[in-house]
């Protein structure tokens, strides 16, 4: 890359926060909701729909207009939905919640990477809300993280698990275990999607989510096939199941606690058990331009979720599996292109315990 061509690549970096700031708060102000309803508007008639001075929401126009995202006409200075139009409302939506994610989980958050990564803790949590711990302990206790970041994975959760499920393998009658499986919709979501005769599904995460884990199973009318286990990962995984489910959650951890966790679901399962993972993932090539991951989630679990952790490679994700005794029998990546607004591929890993 020459000079200029670096120098350019860094200009680039420098007005990331203000473009972001810029698309969302036309999102924000109702712009393109306006346009949507309502083509070939000018700046005078959107700011009167939005309560805003003309002059504002003209300087805000500029941006989407040199992206294509907007047109402008310049012989009656009307504006109208650009590449927008082209995109579903739902599935601009979808990107939406990532945009509200990012801004409210992460900005105020990711001011203090430096120091987290200094200390291996999220800095950014104390800094702005006096709360010493990760973001997964913050979301019980902060109502606006909370409501952010759980639509966002709300969304990720329902992109992802069919696709997940189409591609893992849960032999009729088994005994699956859904490690951290939260508040057990997982467990529902597997049990609705693989049913068969005699298989049983087991949440298993930190006792204080029994109650509502337990009340989910009853309001889904699958309390007879699906149970709750209380306790920690890092202590120890329930023996006695034919497979087990790990997902949305090696993520959040390094190599040291992934290797820990994996070696303790080696030592829960009988030779012959299965192990499914769903994780997101970098390219091989990280130079590869098609996926953002790396663009975001450093910065996203350094820095605003866990002060460690972060995706890896799908290859570094089998050598990890293998180390802990288990056979890789199938690994898939996502594709992108399946799914508009995913910022990150995510891949799936099968393996066979073998000893």
Known sequence: MTAAATFTRLREFMVGPTRFAILVSCFELGIVDALRDKPRQTAAQLAEAVGAKPDAVEQLLHLPVKEGFLTQDTRTGSYSLGSFAGIPKAHLDQVLVVLDMIKVVMLR????????????????????????????????????????????????T????????????????SRVLDLAGNTGLGAILTYRTKASPGLRVTTFDLPEKEEECLENFRE?????????????????????????????????????????????????????GRLNILVPIYPDDVTDATSAGVDIFPAYFLACAMGQGGPQKLSTYRSWVEECGFKVTKSVAQDLSTMPGTLISHGIVCATKIA
């Open 220 to 272: 889904h009318g699958v309390e007879e096939h699906c149970s709750f286990i209380g306790g920690d990962v890092f202590d120890s995984v329930p023996a006695g199941h034919d497979v087990v489910l790990v997902k949305h959650f090696l993520d959040m951890f390094d190599k040291d606690d992934v290797v820990r966790i994996l070696s303790k679901v080696s030592e829960a399962l009988e030779v012959g």
């Open 109 to 156: 958050q990711v001011f203090h990477l430096t120091e987290s990564v200094r200390s291996g803790t999220v800095v950014g949590l104390d800094e702005v809300y006096g709360f010493q711990g990760n973001l997964y302990e913050a979301v019980g206790e902060h109502k606006d993280l909370r409501e952010s970041w759980a639509t966002m994975m709300d969304g990720v």
């Open 158 to 173: 329902a992109q992802l698990d069919p696709w997940f499920f189409r591609n893992v393998h849960i032999p009729a009658g």
